[in-house]
């Protein structure tokens, strides 16, 4: 789809659609530059401050994604006035203002319409230095592979959905979903990593396809170094699986070589759709310390070590146990 839109020849593009990279990125002068993007979801959760809170961050995440700060955001909102009470919405406004100040920006305006389903999101907009941008297309072989949060969100939230995840668990997934890829950014940059993007709708395998389709490069991960969330493993094998998450896996078909003794559960798992998850950082081996450091005194949830960068112009991830 993307493919058919038209191109536009402006030296100060600096990252467009072309690499399925997080963010727009356009040039100012010789020592800024403007990124922005767009994201916004439906609820994934009953409480409406807390959809406010995920969803904020979940917008806010491909700036950090990018190495950039946030300046501004703008609310998106679609509500079906009538059917839902007003205080609703404004609940879920004030998740969304939280967690934009929590991130150190203001909200400074927004758009809405009247929806038959609600959805709520951010435009963001931040600042860069140039020479600076991380993109999704620029790993190279011998990188290290590090995730700064753990899979099995997409598994839990349609558990929610069917009334089949209790109370700690519901808790447990808002408060990794509500936290900021912030203190992430900050230590990728400290450090100077390569490349990154923020694991989203398409899973960690989907994410890293782009990457390293994006790089002309291969990866390879280790199954039992990528953290998941413990529930998502209970539930996965009851068969609570998104619809999303079976057509993530069906498109990277060809794409994945997977070890024969990756359980099936587990390739869900690997492809699972999540909302407001992790980064993915593409890292020199010899900053990795330096990064796992750096990512622990930030007290950055489960981030792991997962595999590395290998030589492979086709893009293709290779899955060990």
Known sequence: ????????NDPRILVGAETSDDAAVYQLDSGQAIVQTVDYITPVVDDPYSCGLIAAANSLSDIYAMGATPLFALNIVGFPVGSLPLSVLG???????DKVREAGAPIIGGHSIDDPEPKYGLVVTGLIDPAKI???????????LVLTKPLGIGIITTAIKRGNAGPPTIDAAIRLMATLNKDASEAMVAVGAH??????GFG??????????????????????VPVIPEAWDLIRQGICPGGTKRNQESLQGAIVWDPGV??????????????????????????????????ERKTPAAALIGEIIEDPDGRIWIER
């Not at 789809?1 to 536009?8: A, K, S």
């Not at 609940?91 to 203002?97: D, F, K, V």
């Open 1 to 8: 789809m993307l493919g058919r839109l038209p191109q536009f």
């Open 91 to 97: 609940e879920i406004l004030r998740g969304g203002a």
């Open 134 to 144: 991380y993109k999704n297309s620029t790993a190279l072989i011998g990188d290290d």
């Open 195 to 200: 490349a990154c993007t923020d694991v989203t």
């Open 204 to 225: 960690l395998l989907g994410h890293l396809h782009e990457m390293t389709a994006g790089s002309k490069v291969g990866a390879r991960l280790s199954l039992s170094r």
């Open 263 to 296: 359980s099936g559960e587990a390739r869900l798992i690997l492809c699972d759709a999540q909302t407001s998850g992790g980064l993915l950082i593409a890292v020199p081996k010899n900053k990795t310390t330096a990064l796992m450091q750096g990512l622990r």
